[in-house]
């Protein structure tokens, strides 16, 4: 049927998470505080709004939550230029192999800055018919939002759409939002237990991914 795939950023696309924790432990340094795995983890899948006041609360900081948001925003972006882009092998070759058949689409838990600026770095602005951060939507993943306004963009049953997810939160978000999700766990950022058990199916490689495959073998 030629469904559209939607894509994840983070861990899926580009190796990026480590930077975030990076960028958040940094920040949380130059305020005399500490960030760490359970603080990593208390963030994980929120859009920005939501990981800001987190970071407030935990860090008791006496800034604002958009001065937070700006701050972790702007160091993120500074690494994609002075850097690069941290590519997942294979992500380039595999979007444009699939997108030459069927819609793709990104939704992300990144602000719109940050994708922009991996899409940039990866050489895929132009391919992705529809781009969508959690940022746009009430509620960042685990809850299905940004999955669901990403299928009513590309004019779709959510149904209809394949999700390609590394994270316990985005294959929750994916599920609630009743697409087929297919996890492909990302190796510096293992997914939480029990998310191999929640996905349709599990990928070692992003490059395996064949979306005419899965359509005809997934479970209704």
């Known amino acids: 049927m030629n469904g559209p795939v939607i894509f994840d950023l983070d861990g899926v696309l580009v ?17 005399g505080r500490g960030w760490d795995a359970e603080d990593q983890a208390a963030v994980m899948g929120a859009n920005s709004r939501a990981w800001a006041r987190t970071m407030r609360q935990r860090l008791d900081l006496d800034l604002s939550e ?4 700006r701050a972790i925003v702007d160091g993120v972006v500074e ?32 602000h719109r800055d940050v994708i ?3 899409l940039v770095g990866i050489d895929l602005v132009d391919v992705f018919a529809i781009i969508v951060s959690s940022d746009e939507v009430a509620h960042g993943k685990p809850a299905p939002d940004v999955y669901l306004e990403t299928a009513r963009r590309l004019g779709v049953a959510p149904s ?5 997810e590394d994270s316990h ?4 978000a994916a599920r609630a939002a ?22 349709d199916l599990v990928l070692d490689r992003l490059t ?6 899965i359509e005809r073998t997934a479970r209704p």
């Open 79 to 110: 690494r994609y230029r002075h850097e690069g882009a941290p590519l997942v092998e294979g992500a380039v070759e595999t979007v444009r192999r699939i997108a030459a058949e069927r819609p793709v689409a990104v939704a992300s838990s990144a």
């Open 169 to 172: 939160n985005g294959v929750r």
């Open 116 to 118: 922009d600026a991996a």
């Open 15 to 31: 190796d990026s998470e480590i930077w975030w924790d990076e960028v958040r432990r940094d920040f949380a340094a130059a305020h």
């Open 178 to 199: 009743g697409m087929t999700t297919v996890l492909v766990p990302n190796a510096n950022v293992p997914p939480a237990p029990g998310t191999r058990e929640l996905a």
């Open 160 to 164: 209809d759409c394949l999700v390609v």
């Open 66 to 69: 958009l001065e937070i948001e």
């Open 208 to 213: 395996g991914l064949d979306p005419a495959l």
